[in-house]
């Protein structure tokens, strides 16, 4: 087979422990998944009602439009139509975008560590990849500005960024697109827009209608908790929606899919309790960590990343055979954390209570 070289020496995405996984490995009944980010609280109960009295036909090709979905957006977000892509979530409108724009001819430019699926696409289609490190969990938008030159194609930014949690301000975001020629593509990922509560929080919407070279991305996965039915979105001028638009698989978001989004959207009363829910439990692992005195970062979305100064996979291995799954940090590019999701009061005190019992014995080891 003459397979793509880089393809033969690229992991596949690596997902997290299972529920069931952990139980049969450590004989466990009871399991809290933190480490994928997902909502605690699950989604509205307008979703349930939806799905529960879906009357269509399961032999029927999905609106391979999504029309519906797409009139709805378009009202929750003042925009035309024209001017939204849809996509097995926000992770297939990053393919699209690298499918339509990289090659082995283009650059890449984004932070590093941030969400993986920018690089692993940029090493699929064969472009060269430039990484610029991130400043205390932050975006170093001069250095990804210097970055760019004449085969730039596709720079990416995510912020909140996953897995740091640290947002990029509207100043800074402003200033950093004034910079970006008009033929590169700025690519602003905010899978967890909804948690923000940042006064300086940048408006994208704003600057969408003056750069034709920027695209929002926004998932249903997270604080909506549509998880399992891949559903994500992209914003974008609608001549750049118009090119990317060939390069989308058809019929690719599925009709419960599209009912369940519709119906999340309506229901922003349960967003705004997430979004509460969320910054309270923030404050319960900010001040823990401070009378512990762990390093973290102040998060704008719903995960924490804590510094336990020590290998971060013996602390996922400790949560992990008492009942907790969280994100060793290892795999997101810094090796002494782990990402903890924010879950409910009682799931953020149950993993606060077994961090102590891990720093007590490794207190009790080292003396």
Not at 18 to 35: M, P, T
Not at 162 to 187: C, K, Q, S, W
Not at 224 to 229: D, I, Q, T, V, W
Not at 322 to 343: D, E, M, N
Request: proline content about 4%; overall charge negative; aromatic content about 10%.
């Amino acid at each position: 087979m003459r397979w793509k070289e880089q393809l033969l020496k690229l992991k596949p995405y690596q997902p997290g422990k299972s529920i069931g996984e952990v139980k049969r490995q450590y004989g466990l009944s009871e399991i809290v998944k933190l480490a994928s980010n997902e909502n605690p609280f699950g989604s509205s109960e307008k979703v349930r009602s939806e799905i529960a009295g879906y009357a269509g036909k399961f032999s029927i090709y999905p609106d391979g439009y999504a029309s519906e979905l797409r009139t709805a957006l378009a009202k929750h977000l003042d925009v035309n139509e024209g001017q939204i892509i849809l996509g097995n979530g926000s992770d297939e409108i990053i393919q699209i975008i690298s499918r339509a724009l990289l090659s082995p001819q283009t650059k890449s430019v984004m932070a590093a560590p941030t969400f993986p699926q920018y690089k692993h696409n940029g090493i699929i289609e064969g472009c060269e990849i430039t990484e610029i490190p991130l400043v205390n969990g932050a975006h170093d938008l001069d250095g990804m500005a210097a970055a760019i030159d004449n085969q730039t194609s596709v720079v990416w930014l995510c912020s909140p960024n996953n897995p740091t949690g640290i947002h990029i301000t509207e100043e800074e975001l402003t200033a950093f697109m004034a910079r970006v020629p008009d033929d590169v593509l700025v690519v602003l990922d905010e899978a967890y827009f909804e948690y923000v509560v940042a006064d300086d929080f940048h408006d994208s919407m704003r600057l969408l209608q003056q750069y034709k070279n920027l695209i929002i991305l926004r998932t249903f996965s997270k604080i909506y908790g549509l998880a399992s039915f891949r559903v994500g979105y992209g914003i974008a001028h609608e001549d750049t929606i118009r090119a990317l638009e060939p390069a989308r698989e058809p019929f690719n978001v599925n009709t419960l899919g599209q009912a369940a989004a519709i119906a999340a959207l309506g229901d922003q009363k349960f967003i705004d309790l997430c979004r509460r829910e969320n910054r309270e439990g923030l404050q319960q692992f900010y001040e823990y960590c401070d009378h512990a005195g762990l390093k973290y970062y102040p998060s704008q979305g719903n995960f924490i990343l804590i510094d336990f100064n020590r290998d971060g996979q013996e602390v996922f291995q400790f949560l992990l055979e008492r009942g907790y799954i969280v994100r060793s940090g290892t795999a997101l590019g810094f090796p002494t954390c782990i990402r903890v999701t924010i879950g409910s009061k009682e799931q953020n005190e149950g993993v606060i209570g077994v961090i102590k019992e891990f720093l007590n014995v490794d207190t009790a080891i080292s003396k």
